[in-house]
């Protein structure tokens, strides 16, 4: 049960759009639609902001989206905004009832 | 309202126990099975197993089998997880996390966290 790899740092200027990676394998990512990224700020408990590799809940903005080719799923944030500055980690189910994390990106907002 | 209430902070000694609870409210327990995190200082998260809440059968991360133990009282919406032979990196914030649903594979509710301090 490796960790999912993720760059740990993003950032682009408000109003701009800012993708971040999280590459697994097949066995993860690649195997399987249940890919989910989640947003931290310092201090604070994680918050769901995709779950099934492109689905929102209630409440999240839609300038945040998902997608995954292969065994790398990818999380979008447009429009960029003071309040995205955070860390975000993607999560995926990797069989047997188990899960993995990526290692987390910084995303800062210049 | 829906939450998930963790126990407050813990120091223990190097190769002592410990045992973090997380109490439910809002929501059926038994309905949602219960997953643990942890986070040490400055690092990611991990994922380190879960227990279904109705049932009381366990997962376990490869890394924790044979050193954790996920637990639930479902008289009073709480679940636990205790973990031995603390080492100094133990040292994290431990989250229960929700797990969206029996078909779902996401957590869409977090504990606040509980810091957990592996210090002779």
């Known amino acids: 049960q490796s960790a999912l790899t993720q760059p740990p740092s993003a950032s682009g200027s408000p109003g701009q759009s800012v993708t971040i990676s999280c590459t697994g394998t097949s066995s993860d990512v690649g195997g399987y639609k249940f890919v989910s990224w989640y947003q931290q700020h310092p201090g604070k408990a994680p918050k769901l902001m995709i779950f099934?590799?492109?689905e929102r809940p209630s409440g999240v903005p839609d300038r945040f989206s998902g997608s995954k080719s292969g065994n790398t799923a990818s999380l979008t944030v447009s429009g960029l905004q003071a309040e995205d500055e955070a860390d975000y980690y993607c999560s995926s189910y990797a069989g047997r009832n188990t899960w993995v994390f990526g290692g987390g990106t910084k995303l800062t907002v210049l | 309202q829906v939450q998930l209430v963790q126990s407050g902070a813990e120091v223990k000694n190097p190769g002592a126990s410990v045992k973090v609870s997380c109490k439910a409210s809002?929501?059926?327990?038994?309905?949602?099975?219960t997953h643990w995190v942890r986070q040490a200082p400055g690092q990611g998260l991990e994922w380190m197993g879960c227990i279904n809440s109705k049932s009381g059968g366990t997962d376990y991360a490869q890394k924790f089998q044979g050193r954790v133990t996920m637990t639930r009282d479902t008289s009073i919406s709480t679940a636990y997880m205790e973990l031995s032979s603390l080492g100094s990196d133990d040292t994290a914030v431990y989250y229960c996390a929700r797990r969206g649903g029996q078909y779902l594979f996401h957590f869409d509710m977090w504990g606040q966290g509980t810091m957990v301090t592996v210090s002779s």
């Open positions: 099934e590799v492109n």
């Open positions: 809002g929501y059926t327990f038994t309905d949602f099975y």
